[in-house]
């Protein structure tokens, strides 16, 4: 079966640090997709950031980078220049053909 | 911008009520999602659908049916509402894809009494 794993319940980071989030999976599978979504207090879930397996290259999204590992099924989130706005639920998400899993979500604190 | 309605945004019903909720999206999504979202658990998919009248269970389909009459309508119905789902109910869309992200709604906290 699938699992995303998020190790971090909360973290907290100073405003203009760089900070990043973990992400483990679990998959036989070779092709799939992952994502990172954000959830800000009372507001819509968005996405942040995607990364198809089958690419090398870690996605980049301005302030918002990616480590893929796809030997070692990490896949951590980092954010740089943080800003009081990034404050939020961070969940990594799985997809792969009719599979949608997602992780228990990181709380971020951003202190100014 | 994509735009995922959710009916309510609280909603309180009591135990063995018949309990509908209502999602619709404009951009004429294929796929179509209900998660149920519980601290320290995420997001858990209850059904998806990826056409009309089409549906396929998720990882906890016990205690819920969906129906899809319309592809830009898609509900979650709770048959016998009991306490151990009150919870944050999401929907979310998203074109046929796999690799396309999900669009997900203002969320609905349901509350069974």
């Known amino acids: 079966a699938q699992t995303v794993t998020q190790s971090q319940p909360e973290m907290s980071v100073q405003e203009a640090e760089t900070v990043t989030l973990s992400c483990t999976y679990d998959?036989?599978?070779?092709?799939?997709?992952l994502f990172w979504y954000k959830q800000p207090p009372s507001r819509q879930m968005i996405l942040v950031i995607r990364?198809?397996?089958?690419?090398?290259q870690n996605a980049t999204e301005n302030r918002f980078s990616v480590n893929f590992q796809k030997a070692a099924k990490s896949f951590s989130l980092k954010i740089s220049d943080s800003q009081l706005g990034d404050a939020a639920m961070y969940f990594c998400?799985?997809?792969?053909?009719?599979?949608?899993?997602f992780g228990s979500g990181t709380k971020l604190n951003v202190k100014p | 911008d994509v735009k995922v309605t959710q009916s309510s945004r609280y909603l309180v019903k009591r135990t063995g009520e018949k309990v509908f909720l209502e999602c619709v999206q404009d951009?004429?999504?294929?796929?179509m999602f209900w998660y149920r979202q519980d601290p320290g658990l995420g997001l858990r998919l209850i059904y998806f659908?990826?056409?009309?009248?089409?549906?396929e269970k998720g990882d906890i389909p016990e205690g819920y049916s969906v129906s899809r009459e319309k592809k830009e309508r898609f509900s979650l119905i709770l048959e016998s509402a009991s306490t151990n789902q009150t919870s944050m109910y999401l929907c979310?869309?998203?074109?046929?894809?796999?690799?396309?992200?999900?669009?997900f709604g203002d969320g609905t906290r349901l509350s069974i009494l």
């Open positions: 998400a799985y997809s792969n053909f009719n599979k949608f899993y």
């Open positions: 979310a869309s998203a074109y046929g894809a796999e690799n396309q992200p999900q669009h």
């Open positions: 951009m004429d999504h294929e796929n």
């Open positions: 998959t036989s599978e070779s092709d799939y997709y």
């Open positions: 990364q198809e397996a089958y690419k090398q």
């Open positions: 659908s990826y056409d009309v009248k089409m549906k």
